[in-house]
Nanobody
Framework: QVQLVESGGGLVQAGASLRLSCAAS????????MGWFRQAPGKEREFVAS????????SHGDSMKGRFTISRDNAKNTVYLQMNSLKPEDTAVYYC?????????????????WGQGTQVTVSS
């Protein structure tokens, strides 16, 4: 079992930056991939970014490329999402997810562990 707790969300103006953090606890001795997803009201959960255990494989959603960057610090059991040049359409609840595996996974169905989510609101 892996428990995930997100932090760092908030209300910002368009063009600002935020860094989300996701701290993992529990069975963190095994290698696990991490991902970020987001969900806006009335929309499906959307892939944001993912990273494999060693951090050498990363993937970012098309609308996030060049603005968002995923990273991780395994010594701290923490994954980060640096979000720059935020837009109002980035407003959503952002979820951290984890799964055991060697790749960087893109689908919500690939992940077995989820955090409670953190709200990001970008005003115009």
């Amino acid at each position: 079992q892996v428990q995930l707790v997100e932090s760092g969300g908030g209300l910002v103006q368009a063009g600002a930056s935020l860094r989300l953090s996701c701290a993992a606890s529990g069975r963190t001795d095994s290698r696990y991939a991490m991902g970020w997803f987001r969900q806006a009201p009335g929309k499906e959960r959307e892939f944001v970014a993912s990273i494999n255990w060693s951090g050498n494989i990363k993937s970012h959603g098309d609308s996030m490329k060049g603005r968002f960057t995923i990273s991780r610090d395994n010594a701290k059991n923490t994954v980060y999402l640096q979000m720059n040049s935020l837009k109002p359409e980035d407003t959503a609840v952002y979820y951290c997810a984890a799964t055991y595996g060697s790749n960087a996974y893109l689908s919500p169905s690939d992940y077995g562990y989820w955090g409670q989510g953190t709200q990001v609101t970008v005003s115009s």
